[in-house]
């Protein structure tokens, strides 16, 4: 791995949103509101249920935080695409991190299973993605199971999620 840390504070998170962290041209969080986490808590590449590496992060609630008031009105809930959109990111985050180069971009997900509901009241989503495949060639992906837990209660579950990293040209 480059010599990066194993976790990450609210500004390292808004320094590779710019490109800072990596690099330009290589994997980048998107900025606010579509960063969909606060602080990354521990990331490995040989970690995790399989051994492959994972990722842990958490995304702090608050009743105005800006999903919430447009979806849905009068039965406000974290949308699931934004659950997913963060286990995502946390996947080309790790390949970053782990100093492969290139851009990062979602390249589906095998099974969505969401099981309950993020509310204005809840306090803490904590997202986990533990790598069941590394792929080290001219494209590099990742492939990762994932799970989003809402004040430690699980919401969301996904199979088979797949990440890649390309040239910008191959994108």
Same mark, same amino acid.
């Given at each position: 791995?480059?010599?990066? $840390?194993?976790?990450?504070?609210? +500004?390292? *998170?808004? =320094?590779?949103?710019?490109?800072? !962290?990596?690099?330009? %041209?290589?994997?980048?969080?998107?900025?606010?509101?579509?960063?969909?986490?606060?602080?990354?808590?521990?990331?490995?590449?040989?970690?995790?249920?399989?051994?492959?590496?994972?990722?842990?992060?958490?995304?702090?609630?608050?009743?105005?935080?800006?999903?919430?008031?447009?979806?849905?009105?009068?039965?406000?809930?974290? $949308?699931?695409?934004?659950?997913? +959109?963060? *286990?995502? =990111?946390?996947?080309?985050?790790? !390949?970053?991190?782990? %100093?492969?180069?290139?851009?990062?971009?979602?390249?589906?997900?095998?099974?969505?299973?969401?099981?309950?509901?993020?509310?204005?009241?809840?306090?803490?989503?904590?997202?986990?993605?533990?790598?069941?495949?590394?792929?080290?060639?001219?494209?590099?992906?990742?492939?990762?199971?994932?799970?989003?837990?809402?004040?430690?209660?699980?919401?969301?579950?996904?199979?088979?999620?797949?990440?890649?990293?390309?040239?910008?040209?191959?994108?």
């Amino acid at each position: 791995m480059a010599d990066f $840390p194993t976790s990450f504070d609210k +500004d390292a *998170l808004l =320094q590779c949103a710019r490109g800072e !962290l990596f690099g330009k %041209g290589n994997a980048q969080l998107p900025e606010p509101p579509m960063l969909m986490m606060d602080r990354i808590t521990d990331v490995s590449a040989d970690g995790g249920e399989h051994g492959k590496g994972h990722i842990v992060a958490e995304l702090d609630l608050f009743p105005e935080i800006w999903f919430f008031p447009c979806h849905f009105p009068g039965n406000n809930v974290m $949308p699931g695409c934004l659950q997913l +959109d963060g *286990l995502w =990111q946390l996947t080309g985050f790790n !390949l970053g991190w782990r %100093g492969w180069q290139g851009q990062g971009f979602a390249l589906g997900a095998g099974e969505v299973k969401l099981s309950g509901m993020i509310r204005p009241e809840n306090k803490v989503v904590k997202y986990t993605v533990d790598f069941t495949r590394v792929i080290d060639r001219r494209l590099k992906m990742g492939v990762a199971d994932g799970k989003v837990e809402c004040d430690g209660e699980l919401v969301c579950a996904v199979k088979d999620m797949r990440v890649g990293l390309a040239a910008p040209t191959e994108a």
